[in-house]
């Protein structure tokens, strides 16, 4: 990245029951840093979460910390490469081949494969990342599916590991617009 830039993001969740306040921003040295605020509720039990995501300029994740209010934390890093430790730089061998992270609790984590894998029209690929469940943050390893439908502007996310899909339709950043019966951005 040449030049520095920022972008402030806001999804609700589809049925009015969250909301997600999100900072993007590139730092001096070429890092693509990520940093939000989600309130909502998954299961009918209610929760708060703030998350910070830091990647290198190809969007590989490097480093993840997550928090849910009043329960758990995590804090991991990676090297791009698929090669995770915890806060502490205990290997995490389970995380092995995964490249990126998905929040279950926001749509931005769907940019990451999306700008990283940058696939052409007609072009998926199958992917292994490390998945974040609210709310007590035990990160495992899944299968997921991106195919790129209209290229830089609607992809088919497959969660391989659950039976689900949904088509998302993005901005020219990859930053999720519509994300059907779960996720729409406001801002």
Known sequence: MAQNWARSVRWRA???EGLEHLELFTTDIGRIVAESVVIGARGGVPYGLR??????DGWRVREV????AGGARIHLRADGRGNWT?????ALPDLAGCIDVDIAATPFTNTLPI???NLAE?????IRLAYVPLPHLE???????YTCLEKGRRYLYEGLFRRFQGE???????LVLDYPDTFKRVH
């Not at 998350?51 to 290198?56: F, M, N, P, S």
């Not at 915890?86 to 205990?90: A, I, S």
């Open 51 to 56: 998350y910070r995501i830091e990647c290198d």
């Open 14 to 16: 589809w049925d009015g």
């Open 168 to 174: 998302l339709h993005v901005d020219a950043d990859g």
């Open 115 to 117: 700008r990283r894998l």
């Open 86 to 90: 915890d806060g502490t730089g205990r």
């Open 139 to 145: 990160v495992e390893p899944v299968a997921q599916r």
């Open 65 to 68: 910390e997550a928090a849910v």
């Open 122 to 126: 007609g072009q998926a690929r199958d």
